[in-house]
């Protein structure tokens, strides 16, 4: 068998997109005129995976994440480039392809809203044909882990979102695919729950063999799960490589969010000057206005002490509020475009 | 291909059968539903029954005849408005994205999309449908043979295949301009009301459009002008089977295209 599953190579698709104009008038002449304009959502990717990985895909909204997927799902025809999956063109033979993959799309569950779970699960068995011998060795599994049982007979829209999430990662595994695509599987689930949800993944993943591409706004579950990752942006891929470079490489970064409406704007201004002054790196602290009065430092801890830089700012600004988070995709990206990476 | 049928059959029957289930634990609104539905086509019967106390026949056919094809047009809609329900809402799930959930299964998507939902109230229509078939058979004047009644059945299948067809076609347009309710609306509120009467009451323009643009001339008034007008079985009997097959043809081939056209919404 081959080793890789999937192998694209200058996968490429291009939208025409409606450009609508303003206003009521503007919505009666797009009536009669059309005009179009070309979005390449996904720009020449070339990529492969092996059998049995877990690989993060991540970037910002709108970078192609979601028109990757259905270039690998079947969905979409690609404009340029090919891809195959498990030696399916996805496609062209959908639906002999699809019969081997699993999709759960965040909110979109592929449960039946009115059915008992089970009775889901039985209709799945169905419709892929699941022999009964894996049918009861894979509920028996999903029960090991997440005690599936409890929620057997209650109908799906009676679940909760965590609850609903975990039936639905388990159902795409029901009819061991080789290959499992999850969209943002912890999106809007709390903290526990979303640790309950990378058990299962990760237990799945190496119970059964399954590949499994995750993509997600969570570095969380890029940190937890997928020890490779691909950073797209503008329809191309930027980054390619091990989680663990890219932690390495941003790893140390924090961004500093200061609620500073009460000052000027050119007094904000002048503080990227005044930081630089103060704090000199090699990697100077960026400073990015957000529009609303909030400002945004991001800055490398190795190089300069993240303390000492708010201390710095409560002195010698008027600060309201303080957030502080991990460095944001958008300004990964940017950086990576600088060379973080290379 | 008998086996793929059994296997569509199977999933088609399992997932059903819960839907039922699940709307029948709904007891209040599932007997509402029925009866309003029984209500509503009991009194379109009605305004038949009005209608010939004032006029004794329309355009040739007598009470009788009318309400034969009144019967005849309710049993070849029914398959249709029971089993395909879901392309109602064909239009939401192609804006919010929930479409695409049918292009993962390895089934066809049409099947896969209308597989989860029965319209149980229109079993109302379909018994008031019965009904009036069976009370106006036995006052016609036809001669019956065996050739006819199998004739019959062949010509009923087209009917159905070819309302199934029309309606696939007009829902399809879902793909390409999203809200299609008005669209939806004109065909089923409007057109599909001139069916159930004698095609040679309206004008030229009206037939030619019922009988060559959207077939509906053959979902109801072909079959039973046949049987009820002409002494035998002619080659114009197959016509109605012949159009059923093709209109239905064409319907999954608009669907297809469409469902090629879509592409869902971004997450």
């Given at each position: 068998m081959n080793k890789k599953i999937i192998e694209a190579t200058g996968l490429t698709r291009h939208f025409r997109v409606l450009e609508r104009r303003e206003g009521l008038s503007g919505a009666f002449k797009d009536l009669f005129s059309r005009n179009y304009r070309t979005v390449?959502?996904?720009?020449?990717v070339s990529f492969s995976v092996d059998r049995g990985e877990i690989l993060g895909l991540i970037g910002p909204n709108g970078a192609g994440k979601s028109t990757t997927i259905k270039l690998l799902t079947g969905v979409l025809k690609p404009t340029a480039g090919g891809v195959t999956v498990d030696g399916f063109v996805p496609f062209s033979d959908r639906r002999r392809y699809v019969a081997n993959i699993g999709v759960v799309l965040g909110q979109r569950?592929?449960?039946?809203?009115?059915?008992?779970v089970i009775e889901s699960f039985k209709v799945l068995k169905e419709i892929y044909r699941v022999p009964d011998a894996v049918y009861e060795r894979n509920l028996k599994l999903f029960n090991d882990l997440v005690d599936l049982k409890r929620h057997?007979?209650?109908?799906?829209?009676?679940?909760?979102l965590g609850q609903k999430s975990i039936c639905d990662i388990a159902a795409s595994f029901l009819h061991d695919p080789a290959l499992i695509f999850l969209d943002?599987?912890?999106?809007?689930?709390?903290v526990s729950v979303k640790k309950n949800v990378r058990k299962i993944i990760r237990t799945l993943n190496r119970e059964l063999g399954t590949t499994i591409i995750i993509t997600t706004h969570d570095t969380g579950d890029i940190g937890n799960l997928c020890p490779r990752l691909i950073l797209i942006d503008k329809g191309t891929i930027v980054y390619d490589g091990p989680t663990a470079r890219f932690n390495k490489a941003f790893g140390s970064f924090r961004t500093l969010h200061l609620d500073?409406?009460?000052?000027?704007e050119d007094e904000r201004g002048a503080l990227e000057g005044r930081l630089a002054g103060c704090f000199p790196c090699r990697e100077k602290i960026s400073v990015r206005e957000e529009g609303d009065g909030w400002v945004t430092l991001t800055l490398n801890q190795d190089e300069v002490p993240l303390l000492d830089v708010l201390n710095h700012c409560l002195k010698t600004c008027r600060v309201k509020d303080v957030k502080i988070e991990d460095i944001s995709l958008e300004e990964v990206i940017i950086k990576s475009y600088e060379g973080a990476l290379a | 291909m008998v086996k793929r049928l059994f296997y569509y059959w199977r999933i088609y029957r399992k997932l059903t059968s819960q839907h039922i289930k699940s709307r029948m634990s709904f007891r209040a609104d599932f007997l509402i539903s029925v009866l309003g539905m029984l209500a509503l086509n009991v009194s379109g019967f009605l305004s038949l029954l009005v209608l010939f106390n004032t006029i004794p026949s329309l355009g040739g056919w007598d009470y009788y005849e009318m309400l034969f094809l009144y019967g005849f047009f309710g049993l070849a809609i029914a398959p249709v408005a029971i089993l395909f329900d879901k392309f109602w809402s064909l239009w939401s799930d192609v804006i919010w994205g929930n479409?695409?959930?049918?292009?993962?299964?390895?089934?066809?998507t049409m099947f896969y999309y209308l597989?989860?939902?029965?319209?149980?109230?229109s079993l109302g229509s379909l018994a008031v449908s019965v009904a009036v078939f069976v009370y106006a058979l036995p006052h016609l004047r036809v001669s019956w043979t065996a050739l006819k009644v199998v004739c019959l059945v062949l010509m009923y299948l087209g009917s159905v295949f070819s309302f199934i067809g029309i309606r696939t076609a007009v829902s399809a347009t879902a793909f390409w301009m999203g809200r299609n309710v008005s669209v939806m609306n004109f065909f089923?509120?409007?057109?599909?009301?001139?069916?159930?009467?004698?095609?040679?009451?309206?004008g030229k323009p009206f037939q030619i459009v019922f009988v060559?643009?959207?077939?509906?001339?053959?979902?109801?008034?072909m079959p039973v002008n046949h049987l009820l007008h002409s002494p035998d079985v002619s080659p114009e009997w197959f016509l109605t089977p012949l159009v059923g097959a093709a209109v239905f043809g064409i319907g999954c081939l608009v669907w297809s295209l469409g469902v090629r056209r879509y592409n869902g919404t971004g997450t």
């Open positions: 390449k959502a996904v720009d020449g569950s592929q449960l039946w809203w009115n059915l008992p057997y007979h209650t109908p799906v829209r009676k679940l909760s943002e599987p912890t999106i809007g689930l709390d500073m409406s009460d000052m000027g | 479409f695409i959930n049918c292009c993962f299964k390895p089934l066809n597989s989860d939902t029965v319209d149980l109230k089923s509120l409007k057109v599909e009301q001139f069916v159930r009467y004698p095609l040679t009451i309206f060559f643009v959207i077939p509906y001339a053959f979902v109801a008034y």
